[in-house]
T-cell receptor
Framework: DAKTTQPPSMDCAEGRAANLPCNHSTISGNEYVYWYRQIHSQGPQYIIHGLKNNETNEMASLIITEDRKSSTLILPHATLRDTAVYYCIALPHSGGYNKLIFGAGTRLAVHP | NAGVTQTPKFQVLKTGQSMTLQCAQDMNHEYMSWYRQDPGMGLRLIHYSVGAGITDQGEVPNGYNVSRSTTEDFPLRLLSAAPSQTSVYFC???????????????FGAGSRLTVL
């Protein structure tokens, strides 16, 4: 599975968009980009995933560059409840079980 | 629909004691896994199972034992607890990607273990 690189921490003002970058320059053609987040002391929570097209759901938007070497998770109107560690993971859909390996993630602090 | 249920939520053990962390899911997920998270660190995969009767090792399996006799349950056993096993343990489950089309794990609330 491709290695991903994320900044260790970011800040965002409440109500503003939070843009969390992820670099995955060695991603292969069958690997999707997944985002999970972990709010303090809780189990991680799935946010969104995509292959090459931009994706949007009720939680966030995912923008993947055309060369697929990087992506950005966008929380359009961050709230204090979005303060969490955000994990970007590259994972194939090769069928069967694909082990989800978490890196250090980005610690997002949303402040008033 | 309770999702993934872990018990106990908190446990204190003495070095050398054994115990079992319980994990149950009611979503009929084929896949189940155990992670540990040390303070300030990311999650590390301990063991996983792709179905009843089938288990395999993850990144950090030493000191832990698992079995999967039913689809619903995936207990994690510490045979002889050590202070290095002080951690928060998370159980997770998911469908086969061939069925769901995505690697969406549902996590439990965690079990906080302290080994003295």
């Amino acid at each position: 599975d491709a290695k991903t690189t994320q900044p260790p921490s970011m800040d965002c003002a409440e109500g503003r968009a939070a843009n969390l970058p992820c670099n995955h320059s060695t991603i292969s053609g069958n690997e999707y980009v997944y985002w999970y987040r972990q709010i303090h002391s809780q189990g991680p929570q799935y946010i969104i995933h995509g292959l090459k097209n931009n994706e949007t759901n009720e939680m966030a938007s995912l923008i993947i560059t055309e060369d697929r070497k990087s992506s950005t998770l966008i929380l359009p109107h961050a709230t204090l409840r979005d303060t969490a560690v955000y994990y970007c993971i590259a994972l194939p859909h090769s069928g069967g079980y694909n082990k989800l390996i978490f890196g250090a993630g980005t610690r997002l602090a949303v402040h008033p | 629909n309770a999702g993934v249920t872990q018990t106990p939520k908190f446990q204190v053990l003495k070095t050398g004691q054994s115990m079992t962390l319980q994990c149950a899911q009611d979503m009929n997920h084929e896949y189940m896994s155990w992670y540990r998270q040390d303070p300030g660190m990311g999650l590390r995969l301990i063991h996983y199972s792709v179905g009843a009767g089938i288990t395999d090792q993850g990144e950090v399996p030493n000191g832990y034992n698992v079995s999967r006799s039913t689809t619903e349950d995936f207990p994690l056993r510490l045979l002889s607890a050590a202070p290095s096993q002080t951690s928060v343990y998370f159980c997770a489950s998911s469908y086969d990607t061939r069925q769901s089309g995505a690697n969406v794990l549902t996590f439990g609330a965690g079990s906080r273990l302290t080994v003295l």
